[in-house]
């Protein structure tokens, strides 16, 4: 059965399961996790909010997962292998999975950032992160390694 959700009810979720110091970029973002409150289980919703000079995560490509972000509030940096765009509200942006085009959010003004976030939850994935010494891998959770394999 369907039903009708304030996210404002949602708790936001803090923190990131990146590694030592590389969870400091990710710091001020919030993410009120919908998907997971409405139950769905084939794509996860987020309404994410970014306090300045923090980034919506590392630089980082999927190999199985799409990816979609609309602009709800505030100028966010998108940063792409293609350089550095500023987005306005209202705005949206897309990353097939496979691309290869490594992305992420900065909010590089002094106000928040709002956005929503879709993404595909398909089995297997897997995550570049081409900027950082990270690999990521899912099966029941996230498992970071170095680009070599090595523990991090």
Request: hydrophobic share 30%.
């Amino acid at each position: 059965m369907s039903k009708i959700l304030d996210p404002a009810t949602v708790v936001p979720r803090t923190g990131s399961g990146y590694p030592g110091a590389l969870k400091e970029r990710v710091a001020g973002r919030s993410k009120r996790v919908l998907g997971d409150a409405l139950g769905l289980k084939n794509f996860g919703v987020n309404l994410s909010t970014l306090t300045p000079g923090t980034w919506s995560a590392l630089r980082h490509h999927h190999a199985r997962q799409d990816e979609f972000v609309y602009i709800v509030s505030g100028h966010p940096t998108l940063v792409t292998d293609s350089g550095r765009t500023k987005m306005a509200p209202g705005q949206c942006v897309g990353f097939p999975a496979g691309d290869g085009d490594g992305h992420c959010l900065i909010n590089e003004t002094d106000s928040d950032v709002v956005y929503l976030e879709v993404g595909d939850r398909t089995p297997g994935d897997s995550v570049v992160y081409p900027d950082d010494d990270l690999l990521a891998k899912s099966s029941s959770g996230w498992t970071f390694t170095r680009k070599d394999g090595s523990a991090v």
